[in-house]
């Protein structure tokens, strides 16, 4: 499976899972993962052609802004639906997983937050681990590093 057939599978997975979930953020999330294939055959059918590269580049960009759109679903929701984004990039593209956790340890490291794409990543670790009582050590830690990236502005 190429690269681009496993991040189209993630989003729709992760689309799958969210489908009845009553909140209409998560439900523009749920059509537009669901919509990821027809959406880069489109954009490979028009003139000049995008390359698979690019597609991939491009849907790699949508997974990484992904969290932040999930900032904007209900509370009630968030956690659900981080979680679904998760285990769909963790059964289909668990590489960039990996990719993102090394990101997410480099905040921890230097114990502080240096751009809002880190903020971001922060954030959305938050939403995954709220919940999970034996991660209340590791959630503080997050609250901590979102409390004073944002008391700097």
Known sequence: MTKTER?????????????????RHAQTLHRVSSGAREFV???????P???????????????????????????????AVA?????????????FLALESERLKRVLARAKIRSEAEYHRVRHEVDVVEGDPSRHGELNELYGLIDAFDSRA
């Open 49 to 79: 052609k995008s390359t698979t590269s690019q597609a991939s580049a491009g849907l790699e960009q949508g997974l990484r802004e992904t969290p932040e759109l999930i900032q904007a679903i209900a509370p009630e929701w968030r956690s």
């Open 7 to 23: 991040i189209l599978a993630a989003y729709e997975r992760f689309g799958v899972a969210i489908a009845e979930i009553p909140d």
């Open 41 to 47: 055959a489109g954009a490979r059918s028009l003139d």
């Open 83 to 95: 979680r679904a984004f998760y285990d769909a990039l963790a059964h289909n593209y668990p590489e």
